[in-house]
């Protein structure tokens, strides 16, 4: 199966939370739009897709936290039970350890979720 980054469910997913996120790196503090701003991973998704599309899991970054600052994993983890609580951070590791596969249908139907998502926030 090709990336889940190369599909049209992660495009609407990660537009959505950089847009739930205002366009601001969550660790550093920037604003920018563009390719500037990224949709990093707290537990980073490689081998952990049950976690892929968890919006606990996903924070706007900007690319010099998101790629050259290793995703800056112990300031997310402080956004991640700030935002959600520590039960919650919990509660992702846990579920980072299922292994997950997404059938075509679940990735048309992630899409179509995120894309009315963000059109609703974005209209608000
Ligand atoms: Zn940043």
Redesign the pocket.
């Known amino acids: 199966m090709k990336s889940l980054k190369k599909t049209t469910a992660w495009k609407w997913f990660a537009l959505y939370i950089k847009e739930r996120d205002r366009w601001i ?1 969550q ?2 503090g ?1 604003a920018g739009k563009g390719r500037f701003m990224n949709a990093g991973h707290y537990i980073q998704a490689f081998g952990n897709n049950s976690v892929f599309f968890d919006e606990k899991n996903v924070y706007a ?2 690319i ?2 998101n790629l050259w ?1 290793g995703g800056k994993q112990p300031l997310l983890k402080e956004v991640v039970i700030k935002r959600w609580g520590k039960k919650e951070e919990e509660k992702l590791w846990k579920k980072a350890k299922e292994a997950r596969q997404f059938t075509k249908e679940e990735l048309k139907k992630i899409a179509e979720e995120y894309k009315n998502k963000y059109n609703l926030l974005k209209n608000e």
């Open positions: 790196c660790t550093c920037r970054q900007c010099n936290c600052g």
